[in-house]
T-cell receptor, first 111, second 110 residues
Framework: DVKVTQSSRYLVKRTGEKVFLECVQD?????MFWYRQDPGLGLRLIYF???????EKGDIPEGYSVSREKKERFSLILESASTNQTSMYLC??????????FGPGTRLTVL | RKEVEQDPGPFNVPEGATVAFNCTYS??????FFWYRQDCRKEPKLLMS???SGNEDGRFTAQLNRASQYISLLIRDSKLSDSATYLC???????????FGTGTKLQVIP
């Protein structure tokens, strides 16, 4: 059974803190993605990676960075969290040209 | 114009009804199309891919109209368990990047 896991379901951080969101997939997929989902705005792509150590900016990369040192792991980093980064963060993976499989999401609140 | 547009709904339909959603896309070079389903407080999951010739999976039928740049999802004999948000997804260009619509909420009423 395919599986994408995220390090936390719920996270509360303070403004200015550095935040790490981890995502691991066990399907040997080449591609991995980070999205945020907000009411009325849908899923918006932050960053994606199509190979180890490769990354591409999505639609809203400002305030975020990513790291992919191993094929199965894709990390999202908020260098200095702000209140407007309060959101649901969803990680996904896919083979090239294939279906995206999502993790359960991390609901991040920045106070 | 948004890359992918959907009517947010909600569509409130009685059990057993047939309901259809459309989704328009702006990039005529778009290559792949999908419908995902997202239950409340859950992650999106693939419902079905959309093929050029149209495709059916049980009570669900998906169609693509390239000339008018829209895809559709038809649900026949609606069940209570069909209540969810349906996301239209479009892949364009040579990248693996896809664009999600904001979703159409369906509520099937007893």
């Amino acid at each position: 059974d395919v599986k994408v896991t995220q390090s936390s379901r719920y996270l509360v951080k303070r403004t200015g803190e550095k935040v790490f969101l981890e995502c691991v997939q066990d399907m040997d997929h080449e591609n991995m993605f980070w999205y945020r989902q907000d009411p009325g705005l849908g899923l918006r792509l932050i960053y994606f990676s199509y190979d180890v150590k490769m990354k591409e900016k999505g639609d809203i990369p400002e305030g975020y960075s990513v790291s992919r040192e191993k094929k199965e792991r894709f990390s999202l980093i908020l260098e200095s969290a702000s209140t407007n980064q309060t959101s649901m963060y969803l990680c996904a993976s896919s083979p090239h040209g294939g279906e995206q499989f999502f993790g359960p999401g991390t609901r991040l609140t920045v106070l | 114009r948004k890359e992918v547009e959907q009517d947010p709904g909600p569509f409130n339909v009685p059990e057993g009804a047939t309901v259809a959603f459309n989704c328009t896309y702006s990039n005529s070079a778009s290559q792949s199309f999908f419908w995902y389903r997202q239950d409340c407080r859950k992650e999106p999951k693939l419902l079905m891919s959309v093929y050029s010739s149209g495709n059916e999976d049980g009570r669900f039928t998906a169609q693509l109209n390239r000339a008018s740049q829209y895809i559709s999802l038809l649900i026949r004999d609606s069940k209570l368990s069909d209540s969810a948000t349906y996301l239209c997804v479009v892949r364009s260009g040579g990248y693996q990047k896809v664009t999600f619509g904001t979703g159409t909420k369906l509520q099937v009423i007893p």
